[in-house]
């Protein structure tokens, strides 16, 4: 098949969403496919104007070069939001000779919705005022609803949004399909768990309100409390040092490392290095660094929602507790202080697990349906 994947960030292999389009076109070539990719920086060569209108305007541009370029393509792989504008021309205006559209989404936009406006109302939610809210639905959410209500077939990288995809715009069943993210080769490794002495944890991620850093820093506070010289390490943050370490207790300031940016090659080191994979996330599609964190063999402690209830099983392949919750992740981090046999045992499952969720098997999985949308178009 001759595939287009586009996707409106910038071509950089560091960013998650980035990093699956990337990984899902090598693999997808490594099966005999020839793959396209258009990212931001192959649509735009500036930055677009107006900024808060660079969806719609990406959305648009992406279409109209695939209505040029048709012959081009055997079908479309559009990363949602931005596939709602070719899916409406493709359907409504019917333009002879156009590829099938198949959406590739992470997650759930209700789930995110739901939970800032519960953070907002705590104070914790940063950009979720009533303005920001109405901008999102009559904007942000509108896309989305194009995206999924227009494709032709679509994959979602959790459950949860997979179900609310079909049900909420009454797709019918076998056209939305459930595929997860993957994790590259290289971060299978063989890990010593150490038995005594305070343990060194790690998140990665940017540092935004919706990725539970609040609770990350509150959890870490009682931690430094109960365990002594116990160590964190922020990776890959984005925001500043200073910025990151003003969410944490000026006591603890010595016992947090910042590092705000880290090259893809450097991410299994930094995984090595460190003893638990702490992520508390309140929403999520399904995070590439999870995945990776636990091919390395570490354990993690995350929350049980989103994505990471699909990959994590509580006390068997890692911990989950609840979102929102730091007094239950601290706790969960103590027992894995107290226990290198629990570390080994969640580790060792948890590298097991994600042995089903290589980006080879990945591949695989959307190769399916992009086939069934050329099938199906033909047919």
Not at 1 to 14: D, N, S, T
Not at 268 to 296: C, K, N, Q, R, W
Request: aromatic share 10%; hydrophobic share 40%; proline share 4%.
């Amino acid at each position: 098949m001759r595939i287009l994947i586009a996707i409106g960030v910038r071509r950089q292999k560091e960013a998650g969403a980035a990093g699956v389009a990337l990984n899902h076109a090598v693999e997808l070539e490594k099966l005999g496919h020839r793959v396209q990719c258009w990212f931001l920086d192959d649509v735009f060569k500036g930055a677009a104007t107006p900024q808060r209108l660079e969806a719609l305007m990406f959305a648009s541009a992406v279409a109209k070069r695939i209505l040029k370029e048709r012959s081009e393509f055997d079908v479309v792989n559009l990363h949602a939001p931005w596939g709602g504008v070719y899916g409406i021309w493709r359907k409504v205006f019917r333009p002879s000779g156009t590829p099938p559209y198949v959406m590739t989404m992470q997650g759930s936009e209700e789930r995110y919705v739901r939970t800032m406006r519960i953070e907002h109302r705590k104070g914790r939610a940063w950009h979720f005022s009533w303005k920001n809210r109405l901008w999102h639905r009559a904007y942000h959410q509108t896309l989305y609803d194009w995206s999924i209500r227009w494709a032709d077939y679509g994959v979602v990288a959790n459950r949860e949004g997979w179900i609310m995809a079909e049900l909420k715009y009454g797709r019918e069943p076998g056209l939305i399909w459930y595929v997860p993210n993957g994790v590259e080769e290289r971060f299978f490794a063989t890990r010593e768990y150490k038995d005594a002495g305070p343990l060194s944890l790690l998140y990665v991620g940017t540092w935004l309100d919706r990725k539970g850093v609040h609770y990350l820093a509150d959890a870490f506070a009682i931690l430094a409390d109960r365990c002594p010289g116990i160590t964190m390490t922020v990776a890959g943050s984005i925001a500043s040092e200073k910025e990151v370490r003003a969410h944490f207790a000026p006591d603890v300031g010595e016992s947090v490392r910042v590092v705000p940016f880290v090259e893809r090659s450097e991410m299994p080191g930094i995984y090595m290095a460190h003893d638990v994979f702490v992520f508390p996330s309140l929403v999520e599609g399904m995070p590439l660094t999870l995945l990776e964190a636990m091919a390395t063999g570490m354990p993690v402690v995350t929350t049980n929602t989103s994505g990471m209830a699909d990959i994590v099983e509580d006390g068997v392949n890692g911990r989950l507790v609840p979102p929102a919750d730091a007094k239950s992740l601290a706790t969960a981090v103590e027992q894995l202080q107290g226990s290198s046999d629990m570390r080994r045992q969640l580790g060792l499952a948890g590298q097991k697990t994600v042995r089903r969720y290589t980006w080879k098997q990945v591949a695989r999985k959307l190769e399916k349906v992009l086939e069934l949308a050329v099938r199906n178009d033909k047919r």
